[in-house]
Antibody, heavy 119, light 111 residues
Framework: QVQLQESGPGLVKPSQTLSLTCTVS??????????YNWIRQPAGKGLEWIGH????????TYNPSLKSRVTISLDMSKKQFSLKLSSVTAADTAVYYC??????????WGQGTVVTVSS | QSVLTQPPSVSGAPGQRVTITCTGS?????????AHWYQQLPGTAPKLLIY???NRPSGVPDRFSGSTSGTSASLAITGLQALDEADYYC???????????FGAGTKVSVL
């Protein structure tokens, strides 16, 4: 059973780049084919899919509304995948989750990490 | 404004049945893209409750069931219990937006 854990700075200044990492455990990132996703949730609001990366061929798909600012990457040797979101504003303050995708549903989630954008 | 529309809240007495409707369009649920449902307890990550319209992951009680019709999906909770108080989100893939979309969530309260 795959387990996911997000990590990264909890505070980012406006206009800077938010960087988060999701560490995969309980299963080898090198075995099987997974879509690893990033999803966020502002406090008291709904969920927004940010994008994902496919372990088999490294194919990446981003939410069109965030595409110009997002980069998702994969480091199989470290069993990690990462999110970078540039030019952040207060609107990017949220809980950020990593999750796996199966049958087009997000079946396994990390516990989430809070990121606040503030000077 | 969310691509998938859910009522902000529903409530019911213990033991009753409640239903949450998720209204989409011809580019998501209506296009045959499957609907999925999540339960989010306060302060925790969402948990997959129903996948592929009407399937329950292992460990999810059969009090929870899903269905679809046209451009909408529904989640039914029977035998409502206090521990069912949570936020519930629907989700699908949108072929026009080329991405995964969620409803804004429905808060279920047990009276």
């Amino acid at each position: 059973q795959v387990q996911l854990q997000e990590s990264g700075p909890g505070l980012v200044k406006p206009s800077q780049t938010l960087s988060l990492t999701c560490t995969v455990s309980g299963d080898s990132i090198n075995s099987g084919s997974y879509y690893y996703n990033w999803i966020r949730q502002p406090a008291g609001k709904g969920l927004e899919w940010i994008g994902h990366i496919y372990t088999t061929d490294g194919d990446i798909t981003y939410n069109p509304s965030l595409k110009s600012r997002v980069t998702i990457s994969l480091d199989m040797s470290k069993k990690q995948f990462s999110l970078k979101l540039s030019s952040v504003t207060a609107a990017d303050t949220a809980v950020y989750y990593c999750a796996t995708l199966k049958y087009d549903a997000f079946d396994i989630w990390g516990q989430g990490t809070v990121v606040t954008v503030s000077s | 404004q969310s691509v998938l529309t859910q009522p902000p809240s529903v409530s019911g007495a213990p033991g009753q049945r409640v239903t949450i409707t998720c209204t989409g369009s011809s580019s998501n649920i209506g296009a045959g893209n499957e609907a999925h449902w999540y339960q989010q307890l306060p302060g925790t990550a969402p948990k997959l409750l129903i996948y592929s319209n009407n399937n329950r992951p292992s460990g999810v009680p059969d009090r929870f069931s899903g269905s679809t019709s046209g451009t909408s999906a529904s989640l039914a909770i029977t035998g409502l219990q206090a521990l069912d108080e949570a936020d519930y989100y629907c989700q699908s893939y949108d072929s026009s937006l080329r991405g995964y979309v969620f409803g804004a969530g429905t808060k279920v309260s047990v009276l």
